[in-house]
């Protein structure tokens, strides 16, 4: 037995309760067996004999409890896990109980009968307790928390059993869980803890009816997209919030929880309510128009998709380097991803000739740019990778979308484009000041701007992204500093936000929505925390290069106004033009020198012009 062992066992409640428990269920259950021996004669009893044998037994209980991680928390309390290492365990001491009692001790003090009788009443008792304690405690925690939206599952299998158990687990996940339907006609009266399978897929809009579902989980993630394509339609049909649980390699790696479902209330993380624009006007704007849209894979480009596609655009072209990304994106919109659309198109926006060849082909007449790099700390590492995206890859849109008459183009920015002192606050605000310098003094019209967001919450590698992940994996929850504060907005208000700027926005503005005060991240960690048993640990990491402790919206020269919505500031940034940041690189021609020149050569000569350690604010010089 480690020391470490040891301290488990005498600093832990539950396991002090536990072990006391077992150690009676075998003082009762030797006395019960001794009767039972001796036909209820008890006056056959040798009382020496039963003292003599239950401190071997307690010591034996304890040692080899431990030993199989009975008393060290290592199985969660009344599981099959932990039942099925009580069962060994019982089976070792019987097995030692007898060996001593028949070989090693002069005077047998109990009939050898007697301790098998006792092994099976103990280990009867031992599970019975944990069953009803288990019970007990599951009760409670349905009874506790909101649990006001009724849950229909689609699937009785592992995945079903797994998130029901979650969910009864969890009194802050909002669900309760009230039938289950599967297709597997060996599954029907089945009941998963205490929650039945009523029917098949089939009966799905029924059993909405009948059990009064609220959501919609889909619990079957063995499915291929041909064989769940027919189910999501059914489910659609019911126009109900639709769920689903991770695909199986990620349930064969971890145990599903509720973050693996829930949809985290942004009242919670935000402190305030979400703000709702009125896009009445955004209907109008994008009904029937040929959209493009950079980024369309990521969390903020996924999203703005979904919301274009739902005004029924002429076309809908969606971009993006990663395949996985656009796969996602075209299961969120279209229900099957077979990757044949012609709207999906697999390009990287810093190839100037494959970018031409997609705006030549389906001559957009709005662009949605949210394309980026974001990562502050990575992108400190490594500076020109920073430019080639955020600057040179939103150039050659913007290039584009000049030359061929595009109408709109809306460039996704960042707080941290304001007052910024980073390179991802640098490279972002070099892409506002072109987006706003893009059409001075040409015949060409049209409405260029720019939209700033704060953290986004539930975006990939968001703060909320990333406690899930510290939640999940059982690690501590990071925070740079306790003081450290942020502008904090849903994706949806993120993308409310950028559909409305692209109506009401007018050129070289950058748009802010305005939502109220910043929040702490160590507030939002302690919410995470307390939300887990037992509270998870917060770690303070300090603050990384480049970051700030509090982040702005509005940079300490610039000047909002809200002409149109009380919510939406309006920003005129200074005008970078094309051939000033090209003539201050020394890139005279532009196109000609990144098609020709090697990746070396280009990554040289832009580290040294991003270089953090010189004079960074050069770049984004007002003069």
């Given at each position: ?582 003539n201050f690189v020394g890139l005279t021609e532009f196109n000609k020198t990144l098609t020709n020149m090697s990746d070396s050569d280009i990554k040289t000569l832009l580290a040294n012009f991003c270089n953090v350690d010189s004079e960074p604010k050069l770049m984004i010089s007002d003069t």
């Amino acid at each position: 037995m480690t020391k470490l062992q040891i301290n488990t066992f005498i600093g832990t409640k539950r396991t002090l309760i536990q072990a006391t428990y077992d150690i009676l269920a075998w003082i009762i259950a030797l006395f019960v067996g001794i009767i039972i021996r001796y036909n209820f004669q008890l006056h056959f009893l040798d009382w020496y004999a039963i003292a003599y044998i239950v401190p071997i037994l307690i010591l034996l209980q304890l040692s080899i409890g431990m030993l199989m991680g009975l008393y060290t928390g290592k199985w969660r309390f009344g599981s099959f896990e932990e039942v099925g290492s009580l069962g060994k365990s019982l089976v070792i001491i019987t097995i030692l109980t007898f060996l001593l009692d028949a070989t090693l001790m002069h005077k047998r003090p109990v009939p050898l009968g007697s301790i098998l009788i006792s092994a099976a009443l103990a280990f009867l008792i031992m599970a019975t307790g944990r069953w009803f304690w288990r019970a007990r405690t599951e009760k409670q925690l349905l009874s506790k928390g909101d649990r006001s939206k009724n849950m229909l599952i689609l699937g009785a299998g592992e995945a079903g059993y797994q998130i029901i158990s979650a969910i009864q687990r969890d009194p802050y996940c909002g669900y309760k869980p009230i039938a289950i339907l599967d297709d597997d006609r060996n599954k029907q009266n089945l009941q998963l803890m205490g929650v039945p399978v009523v029917g098949t897929t089939n009966d799905i809009q029924n059993a909405v009816e009948r059990f009064n579902a609220d959501v919609i989980l889909i619990a079957i993630p063995s499915l291929s997209t041909v064989e769940i394509t027919p189910i999501l339609e059914k489910a659609r049909l019911t126009k109900l919030p639709l769920l689903a649980v991770p695909q199986t390699s990620a349930l064969l790696q971890d145990a599903i929880d509720t973050f693996d479902i829930q949809n985290i209330n942004p009242e919670e993380i935000l402190g305030r309510e979400p703000i709702v624009i009125n896009d009445d006007q955004v209907k109008d704007f994008l009904t029937g128009k040929r959209v493009l849209v950079t980024g369309a894979g990521g969390s903020i480009g996924s999203e703005i998709a979904r919301q274009v596609a739902k005004y029924l655009p002429n076309e809908l072209i969606l971009i993006d380097r990663d395949e996985s990304g656009l796969l996602n994106t075209q299961l969120s919109i279209e229900g099957h991803g077979d990757l044949l659309s012609k709207s999906l198109v697999l390009a990287d926006i810093r190839d100037t000739e494959q970018i031409n060849t997609i705006f030549k082909n389906t001559k957009p007449e709005i662009v949605f740019h949210a394309a980026a790099l974001k990562h502050l700390t990575l992108l400190e590492r490594y500076p020109c990778e920073a430019w080639k995206t955020n600057v040179i890859g939103t150039l050659n849109l913007l290039n584009l979308s000049k030359a061929y008459n595009v109408s709109n183009f809306i460039n996704i920015s960042t707080d941290k484009a304001a007052d910024p002192t980073c390179v991802l606050g640098y490279s972002k605000r070099i892409a506002e000041r072109l987006t706003a310098g893009i059409l001075c003094n040409e015949e060409n019209s049209g409405t260029y701007v720019s939209v700033r967001f704060g953290n986004v919450v539930g975006s990939r590698g968001s703060v909320l992204d990333i406690f899930k992940s510290q939640v999940k994996s059982k690690k501590p929850l990071t925070v740079t500093d306790k003081d450290v504060t942020r502008y904090i907005m849903s994706i949806p208000e993120a993308v409310r936000l950028v559909t409305q700027a692209a109506a009401l926005g007018r050129h070289g503005e950058v748009l802010v929505l305005d939502i109220g005060t910043p929040v702490k991240i160590y507030d939002i960690a302690k919410h995470f925390a307390a939300r887990q048993n037992p509270p998870h640990e917060i770690v303070i990491t300090g603050l990384r290069k480049g970051e700030k402790l509090h982040e702005t919206l509005i940079g300490e020269d610039e000047v909002g106004q809200r002409p149109f919505h009380e919510k939406i500031i309006h920003i005129k940034v200074p005008r970078l033009l094309k051939d000033e940041l090209l003539n201050f690189v020394g890139l005279t021609e532009f196109n000609k020198t990144l098609t020709n020149m090697s990746d070396s050569d280009i990554k040289t000569l832009l580290a040294n012009f991003c270089n953090v350690d010189s004079e960074p604010k050069l770049m984004i010089s007002d003069t």
